[in-house]
Nanobody, 115 residues
Framework: QVQLVESGGGLVQPGGSLRLSCKNS????????MAWYRQAPGNQRDLVAR???????NYADSAKGRFTISRDNAKNTLYLQMNSLTPEDTAIYYC?????????WGQGTQVTVSS
């Protein structure tokens, strides 16, 4: 089973940037999709961005042009670079792995955008 641990969340002012990290351990398939989701209080968990094993990426409309998802296979780490943050980006951000044998979630990292 793949274990995921997120880090990098915190408090940032509007217009600021954060980089989230998600380190995986365990056996990861050569065919996978990894993604970042977020969930604000009272809302459902929504997809922010995802990346496939061959590097294809997709973004939610709210993330396009501001967020960048990437993966460093040598470091077993998924990243989400977030720029031009607004209060509407405040949420718990979760890392997700989907492979042929199943799916895993991290514990989440809180991102708060506030002045």
């Amino acid at each position: 089973q793949v274990q995921l641990v997120e880090s990098g969340g915190g408090l940032v002012q509007p217009g600021g940037s954060l980089r989230l990290s998600c380190k995986n351990s365990g056996s990861i398939s050569s065919i996978y999709v990894m993604a970042w989701y977020r969930q604000a209080p009272g809302n459902q968990r929504d997809l922010v961005a995802r990346i496939t094993n061959n590097g294809n990426t997709n973004y939610a409309d709210s993330a396009k042009g501001r967020f960048t998802i990437s993966r460093d296979n040598a470091k077993n780490t998924l990243y989400l670079q977030m720029n031009s943050l607004t209060p509407e980006d405040t949420a718990i951000y979760y890392c997700n792995y989907q492979g042929p044998a199943g799916s895993s979630w991290g514990q989440g990292t809180q991102v708060t955008v506030s002045s």
